[in-house]
């Protein structure tokens, strides 16, 4: 576990210190979050997502039950490199779902039983074990291994929605070349926190799983 969450560290601190770095770059075009993903949605021919702005720091997401882009203060208004690269992916996340990108549908699908399984997987398992129940630690196992599945189809939803990001903003001159390996450097950093996420969700559930085999010796 020790180097997994030592991965998880670095990553953690490598997006803050890229988000930190890129958010004094701006872009040459003066264009802001809100305006480059409000380009983007339009140029994919999507009119039905709102664009708002939310509280704390790098929480940016796409809700798709409401349809709505919800942009960070850091990242709404600004016209840095970061808050035009974060703003756009979090717009390719409301492209796959117009659309209706597979993988997407299928992380939605797991959602429900990844939430049961991080709050009932483990603790599952260990009431097996101490109750000698193989159907509890396995049903235990089971649900924490929802949670590994769950991370491990983020993974190309997340790259996808970057890589929409990062052609969209090449292509379409939303920023020039320097400034556009500043927003690529962001999303790369953005990109292996679901990695370390993967890491440490396979990590968890190999030292259950052996902690399990080695209580039934």
Not at 35 to 45: K, T
Not at 69 to 87: N, P, R
Not at 180 to 202: D, E, F, H, M, R
Request: charged residues 15%; aromatic residues 8%.
């Amino acid at each position: 576990m020790i180097p997994v969450l030592l991965f998880a560290v670095f990553c953690q601190i490598k997006v803050k210190s890229s988000f930190n770095r890129y958010s004094r770059v701006k872009g040459s075009r003066g264009m802001t979050g809100a305006d480059a993903a409000y380009q983007l949605l339009r140029i994919n021919g999507i009119h039905d997502v709102k664009i708002k702005r939310i509280s704390g720091s790098l929480t940016d997401h796409y809700n798709p039950k409401t349809k709505e882009i919800c942009l960070s203060e850091a990242v709404f208004s600004s016209t840095s490199v970061a808050a035009i690269g974060i703003a756009c992916h979090e717009a390719g996340h409301a492209c796959q779902h117009a659309e209706g990108y597979f993988p997407l549908k299928i992380r939605n699908a797991v959602i429900p039983a990844t939430r049961i399984g991080s709050w009932l997987g483990i603790p599952l398992a260990l009431i097996g074990m101490m109750l000698y129940s193989d159907t509890l630690i396995y049903a235990g196992l089971i649900l924490y291994g929802a949670v590994a599945l769950f991370q491990l189809i983020t993974l190309p939803v997340e790259f996808n929605a970057s890589r929409r990001a990062l052609n969209t903003i090449e292509g379409n001159g939303f920023l020039d070349a320097d400034e556009y390996q500043g927003a690529k450097s962001v999303l790369t950093a953005a990109a292996l926190t679901y990695v370390a996420a993967l890491a440490s969700a396979l990590a968890t559930l190999l030292r259950l799983f052996l902690v399990v085999n080695r209580n039934r010796r």
